[in-house]
């Protein structure tokens, strides 16, 4: 039988604060996914997203059930999973090449340091920072302070790169050239790429599937949608297509569903008018 790749297993997470009553945030948790697959978490705010991301990266522990790496449990973080946060988390006392620097030292301990180098600068040439490798955090723009942290994970050569809402705060532009950019790079290198975000088009148009968590507390997966389109993926061709819309509607009509009915109610005729477009099923 086919080794599985990532693996929830019934997993839930209780946070119990010094003090205070524990949190039930996640509960009965299954997923699981394929190497190679690109996977999105949307949700509503607080409903445990990070959470589940932590646990994968193996930042946290779940407090039932499990979480696996190739049928193994997780019990740390490892290099096979790397992770880009939405503040970049760079140094700011270090250059941008001695920011990825330090996860290559840490990852290819054995290697010459010649050689390390070379794997730096090849992943910031590769997120097009070749000409930016030598200045700071603060002398750059929020854009290339975020490829310079997809830079450094990827340094590591993971096999999953988990994304916590990694261009939230991004301008538009900006958003779609790194989305772009981390297609590529998933396409280029098998990569396996879980991702947290708030951006609706952006999880159809990057994801293989779509996860949709309730809202907590004991949050778990409501609904999981399959998003079939081809790829390498055409922008503006696909966004424009009735299946995209119809994908984009069921994301967000989930998401309305979660709240309370008042609210529902509220955007009905909002939402009416999109009817139409939706694919054949
Ligand atoms: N270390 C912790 N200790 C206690 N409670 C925590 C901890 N981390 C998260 N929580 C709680 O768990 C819940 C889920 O938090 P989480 O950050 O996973 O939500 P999220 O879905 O990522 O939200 P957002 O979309 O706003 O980023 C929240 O109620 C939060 O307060
Ligand atoms: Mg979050």
């Known amino acids: 039988m086919k080794m599985k790749f990532l693996e929830l297993i019934r997993t839930a997470k209780t946070f119990t604060p010094g003090g205070r009553p524990p949190v039930e945030v996640l509960a009965d948790v299954n997923l699981e996914i394929s190497k190679g697959e690109f996977?999105?978490?949307?949700?509503?705010?607080?409903?445990?997203?990070?959470?589940?991301?932590?646990?994968?990266a193996g930042l946290e522990l779940p407090t039932d059930g499990s979480v696996c790496f190739r049928e193994r449990e997780i019990e740390r973080p490892g290099p096979e999973r790397a992770v880009v946060f939405q503040n970049h988390s760079l140094l700011p006392w270090r250059t941008v090449l001695q920011n990825v620097l330090l996860a290559v030292d840490a990852v290819f301990a054995r290697?010459?340091?010649?050689?390390?180098?070379?794997?730096?600068?090849?992943?910031?040439?590769?997120?097009?920072?070749?000409?930016?490798?030598?200045?700071?955090?603060?002398?750059?723009?929020?854009?290339?302070?975020q490829r310079a942290g997809i830079a450094r994970a990827l340094s590591m050569e993971p096999e999953v790169l988990l994304l916590d809402e990694p261009f939230g705060a991004l301008d538009a532009l900006t958003r779609a050239q790194l989305q772009d950019e981390v297609l590529r790079l998933h396409a280029e290198n098998n990569l396996t790429v879980f991702m947290v975000t708030h951006d609706i088009?952006?999880?159809?148009?990057?994801?293989?599937?779509?996860?949709?968590?309730?809202?907590?507390?004991?949050?778990?997966?409501?609904?999981i949608l399959?998003?079939?389109?081809?790829?390498?993926?055409?922008?503006?061709?696909?966004?424009?297509?009735?299946?995209?819309?119809?994908?984009?509607?069921?994301?967000?009509?989930?998401?309305?569903?979660?709240?309370?009915?008042?609210?529902?109610?509220?955007?009905?005729?909002?939402?009416?008018?999109?009817?139409?477009?939706?694919?054949?099923?």
């Not at 996977?39 to 994968?56: A, E, F």
């Not at 999880?203 to 609904?223: E, F, H, K, L, W």
């Open 39 to 56: 996977v999105s978490v949307i949700g509503h705010s607080g409903c445990g997203k990070s959470t589940l991301l932590t646990l994968i």
């Open 111 to 145: 290697e010459s340091r010649a050689q390390r180098k070379a794997r730096a600068e090849r992943w910031l040439d590769k997120v097009g920072l070749r000409e930016h490798m030598h200045k700071y955090p603060h002398e750059i723009s929020g854009g290339m302070k």
């Open 201 to 223: 088009d952006e999880a159809v148009y990057c994801s293989d599937r779509i996860v949709m968590m309730n809202v907590g507390p004991r949050a778990t997966i409501g609904q």
């Open 226 to 281: 399959p998003v079939p389109f081809a790829r390498p993926r055409e922008r503006l061709a696909l966004m424009e297509s009735p299946a995209f819309v119809h994908c984009r509607t069921e994301c967000v009509r989930f998401l309305y569903a979660q709240k309370r009915p008042g609210t529902v109610a509220s955007i009905t005729p909002v939402t009416a008018p999109m009817e139409g477009v939706l694919a054949p099923a």
